[in-house]
Nanobody, 125 residues
Framework: VQLQASGGGLVQAGGSLRLSCAAS????????MGWFRQAPGKEREFVAA????????YWADSVKGRFTISRDNAKNTVYLQMNSLKPEDTAVYYC???????????????????WGKGTQVTVSS
């Protein structure tokens, strides 16, 4: 599975962005998908996860209520809608895929099978 994230950019605090992650291959539907982010000088951290058919999702506490993860299996794409953005959301955002997922709970950086290249999100104050 090859993944390509897009949609990042510069936005003012309180604004919104929608990230997309396009996947290649027919097996996209068999993978759970996650979004992670990495700020300068910090470790990569989990942001949101969604199971293979979109029936279950999970968010990190830091983004709960502001970010929404969704997927369109017909388009091989997963999305991250980010609202009420804060300067501390500034980071490179990555999408990733994992074959085996419990359908609920956070994903671990080390447990993902495939990663896409990141997209930069910068939130100005």
């Amino acid at each position: 599975v090859q993944l390509q994230a897009s949609g990042g950019g510069l936005v003012q605090a309180g604004g919104s962005l929608r990230l997309s992650c396009a996947a290649s291959g027919r097996t996209f539907i068999t993978y759970a998908m996650g979004w992670f982010r990495q700020a300068p000088g910090k470790e990569r951290e989990f942001v949101a996860a969604i199971n293979w058919n979109g029936s279950s999702a999970y968010w990190a506490d830091s983004v709960k209520g502001r970010f929404t993860i969704s997927r369109d299996n017909a388009k091989n794409t997963v999305y991250l809608q980010m609202n009420s953005l804060k300067p501390e959301d500034t980071a490179v955002y990555y999408c990733a895929a994992v074959k085996y997922y419990s359908d609920y709970g956070p994903m671990s950086v080390g447990g993902m099978d495939y990663w896409g290249k990141g997209t930069q999100v910068t939130v100005s104050s």
